[in-house]
């Protein structure tokens, strides 16, 4: 696609609840990075991906937190029995490669409430 | 990865050059200097990178330091539009991957 693409664009979820956030890449970018930004604060690595490998998951707040990649393409992040302090905006990004010499692709993130 | 600092904020008229500073005096050689910038209820935003030479872009130009402990994004008209958070980021280059860590950034008011 043209850009980042994620979904939902918003999710209401009860405390306690699963959910998932899906991410697609742009085409062809094999690096994928997942990062979080509460209200007003900066933005926190979460998780990265090289194809379907995940060398990096240091960023995962807890073992409530998950993520795959399938296909080198699209990437789905879980939180399990989701708790208040998880309600962010979620962002993804990609890269063609490794990015210390490519600009990464934000999308416009999944903005998560959990009441 | 490498610290840098910023201003915290900063401000500009519109159709004015504006000049955002950042400071990496940790740098390595083989570490990149990433600009991305947030406009409100959005994404990041690539702007622009370099490692040694000056780069220009359409959205902006960065000037670096010839010791690359500084550098400087020139926005050289500045519109409405601009105003976001700008973030200066140092990404390791060589056999490490590109994570990005941001830091606070710089918040860029632009008056009419």
């Known amino acids: 696609g043209a850009g980042v693409s994620q979904s939902p664009s918003n999710k209401v979820t009860e405390k306690g609840k699963d959910v998932e956030l899906r991410c697609d890449p742009i085409?062809?970018?094999?690096?994928l990075y997942w990062y979080r930004q509460s209200l007003g604060q900066g933005l926190e690595f979460l998780i990265y991906f090289q194809g379907n490998s995940a060398p990096d998951k240091s960023g995962l707040p807890s073992d409530r937190f998950s993520a795959e990649r399938t296909g080198g393409s699209v990437s789905t992040l879980t939180i399990q029995r989701t708790q208040q302090e998880d309600s962010a905006v979620y962002l993804c990004a990609s890269s063609f490669r490794t990015g210390d010499n490519y600009g990464y692709t934000f999308g416009s993130g999944t903005r998560l409430t959990v009441v | 990865d490498a610290k840098t600092t910023q201003p915290n904020s900063m401000e500009s008229n519109e159709e004015e050059p504006v000049h955002l500073p950042c400071n990496h005096s940790?740098?390595?050689?083989?570490?990149?200097i990433h600009w991305y910038r947030q406009l409100p209820s959005q994404g990041p935003e690539y702007v622009i990178h370099g490692l040694t030479s000056n780069v220009n872009n359409r959205m902006a130009s960065l000037a670096i330091a010839e010791d690359r402990k500084s550098s400087t994004l020139i926005l050289h008209r500045a519109t409405l539009r601009d105003a976001a958070v700008y973030y200066c980021?140092?990404?390791?280059?060589?056999?490490?991957?590109?994570?990005?860590?941001f830091g606070q950034g710089t918040i860029l008011t632009v008056h009419p």
């Open positions: 085409s062809g970018h094999t690096a």
């Open positions: 940790t740098i390595s050689g083989t570490d990149y």
């Open positions: 980021i140092l990404v390791s280059g060589g056999t490490s991957y590109g994570k990005l860590t």
